[in-house]
């Protein structure tokens, strides 16, 4: 069975477009209350945690999404 654009892509991109936004607005939140301080490094590091766990798991959903098409 030949998965279509509207059976494998459409999930993906309203799952990281629904909830990158949803992830951005968490962040805008967290910035804005500052409840993370950019200037202490240890905050630094999470954020680059949270945003490098985002990109980590989009492109682990992309690559099984793509690789289960192709194969």
Do not use: C, D
Request: proline share 1%; net charge positive; hydrophobic share 60%.
């Amino acid at each position: 069975m030949e998965l279509g654009f509207s059976r494998a892509w459409l999930p993906y991109i309203y799952l990281y477009g629904a909830g990158g936004a949803f992830f951005i607005a968490g962040l805008a939140i967290v910035l804005k209350s500052k409840a993370l301080n950019l200037k202490i490094a240890r905050h630094q590091k999470w954020l680059g945690i949270l945003i490098f766990g985002l990109l980590w798991y989009m492109f682990l959903h992309w690559f099984v999404t793509y690789a289960g098409m192709n194969f």
